[in-house]
């Protein structure tokens, strides 16, 4: 029996991993209307996966329904700790990835595409049809849950710590070629710390603050829309409806629930024509700017404290050998948001930031000889 195609079997992996996230955020939903769309979505994949697999053994191939997944659990860990918000857009950016995968594969070995192999975002559409009758409020609601910042909380998380630890290793490194004063690189590498934990900082309380006023002002156009042209803002909301395969008549029904209640209107409508979800301007731009401050020191801590405890050749081997570690444990966190494997983007991670780290070795050691000689 031949061995299941790596591509397949990830694929069916995606597919059972899903099923399972929708079944956990199903009873984690307070809201009835929502919870049943999200288990008919985990009833969907799981029919994905079975399809999948008979396929395969149609195929010959030796394969078995696997169990969800370390990274499935972790995901459904993160959901229980932090809400099941931050999972879904992390969800529907791998379905993505993946669902383009398997239909460039089909395509490489001319196998007919069947069109169930796309964005499984679409599968709301599909279950919001005139089958599965929900209200607007409640359509509003998934469809924002969906447009949520999602993976980018936890993805900010992940790369402030990475930017933290290799712009300061890097920048250790380069000092430790030029010099062998332990001061000197406790210094730069401190400064380092510093600057680009406040620089980050700072960067992240003007997006958020930028952000919410520029939101602020286009929610109050809305609401001014809402009150002095009602009829236009029904019309456009049935459109909204209709264009994601709601038929007509329910869509318009929808539409006329919804403007009924003109601050429900304007959650809506906010949400369906500006894209705006109102939970993110409720987001800090401290809280932002002191979780961006933390995670880049603690990214940069790693390379530098060595240097607190050792001296020359020594320092510079735990140095490199801590870096490592951190930049394969956040290679590999970053597999939570793409699906690779661990040792893929744990590795390539590894590589990538130790090749940034001798290249500014090299050129201090340059510069440190130059200087010198």
């Known amino acids: 029996m031949k061995r299941p195609k790596t591509n397949y079997a990830a694929s069916l992996q995606t597919e059972v991993d899903a099923a399972y996230l929708y079944h956990q955020i199903a009873g984690a939903e307070s809201d009835p209307g929502i919870a049943n769309v999200f288990r008919q979505l985990a009833e969907i994949e799981m029919g994905h996966a079975e399809g999948m697999l008979n396929g395969l053994i149609k195929q010959g191939i030796d394969a078995v329904m696997p169990p969800p997944s370390w990274r499935a659990h972790v995901l459904d860990r993160i959901g229980k700790i932090f809400g099941y918000d931050y999972i879904i857009g992390v969800m529907m950016d791998t379905e993505k990835s993946i669902a383009q995968a398997v239909v460039q594969q089909k395509a490489n070995e001319k196998i007919p595409v069947k069109g169930d192999e796309g964005n499984h975002v679409k599968i709301l559409q599909s279950l919001l049809s005139s089958k599965h009758k929900i209200s607007g409020e409640q359509l509003s609601r998934i469809e924002g849950r969906h447009k949520t910042v999602g993976g980018n909380a936890l993805r900010a998380a ?12 890097s920048l250790v490194m380069g000092v430790a070629g030029a010099t062998s004063a332990q001061s000197g690189i406790l210094l730069a590498g401190s400064a380092g710390l510093l600057a680009g934990a406040l620089s980050m900082a700072l960067g992240e309380w003007i997006s958020v603050k930028s952000s919410q ?14 009150i002095s ?21 329910q869509a318009h029904d929808m539409a006329v629930e919804v403007m009924s ?27 932002a700017a002191i979780t961006s401050f933390i995670l880049f020191a603690i990214g940069a801590i790693i390379p530098l404290a060595p240097f607190f405890w050792l001296t020359g050749y020594s320092a510079i081997i735990a ?8 930049l394969f444990v956040i290679g590999s966190a970053i597999t939570l948001f793409t699906g690779k494997s661990i040792w893929f983007s744990g590795m390539r991670q590894v590589v990538f930031g130790l090749l940034a780290a001798a290249i500014t070795f090299g050129i201090g050691r340059l510069i440190g000889v130059s200087i010198t000689g």
């Open 158 to 169: 992940v790369l402030g710590a990475n930017d933290g630890l290799v712009s300061n290793m």
């Open 319 to 326: 140095s490199v050998i801590a870096s490592t570690l951190g």
């Open 261 to 287: 209640d003109p601050d429900l209107a304007h959650e809506v409508l906010i949400k369906e024509e500006l894209g705006i979800n109102p939970e993110e301007l409720k987001s800090s731009a401290w809280e």
């Open 213 to 226: 006023e520029l939101y602020e002002r286009q929610m109050a156009l809305e609401m001014d829309e809402i």
């Open 229 to 249: 042209n009602p009829e236009g803002e029904l019309k456009e909301l049935t459109l909204i409806y209709i264009a994601k395969g709601i038929p007509e008549g």
